[in-house]
């Protein structure tokens, strides 16, 4: 089974930043759709950030401009930076890897998960 190694999250002050890494040995993410998600209590898991194969970019409107989705190949590792977090954005973030090409925004399409990392903000 494929492992995804999450680090980072913690607990935060509105307003406040935090970068979130996910790195793999196993699979190269250059070939890969990778995304992270977020499930925050009671709701669905949702998208919040995906970079395809050919490194293109997208995001949830919630964190656009916020958030900053990025991969360096080199390391086979996967970044969320977050900026002006506000309550709304705690929840269990998750990264989570797609073979081949397209998007990755769905969860029923992702092929490995990390295991998850807790993010709270505190207003």
């Known amino acids: 089974q494929v492992q995804l190694v999450q680090s980072g999250g913690g607990s935060v002050q509105s307003g406040g930043s935090l970068r979130l890494s996910c790195a793999t040995s196993?699979?190269?993410?250059?070939?890969?759709?990778v995304a992270w998600f977020r499930q925050a209590p009671g709701k669905e898991r949702e998208v919040v950030a995906e970079?395809?194969?050919?490194?293109?970019?997208k995001y949830a409107d919630s964190v656009k401009d916020r958030f900053t989705i990025s991969r360096d190949n080199a390391k086979n590792t996967l970044y969320l930076q977050m900026n002006s977090l506000q309550p709304e954005d705690t929840a269990m973030y998750y990264c989570?890897?797609?073979?081949?090409?397209?998007?990755?925004?769905?969860?029923?399409?992702?092929?490995?998960w990390g295991k998850g990392t807790l993010v709270t903000i505190s207003s």
């Open positions: 970079i395809d194969n050919d490194g293109r970019t």
């Open positions: 989570a890897a797609k073979n081949g090409g397209g998007s990755c925004d769905s969860s029923g399409s992702m092929d490995y």
């Open positions: 196993e699979v190269p993410y250059s070939d890969y759709c």
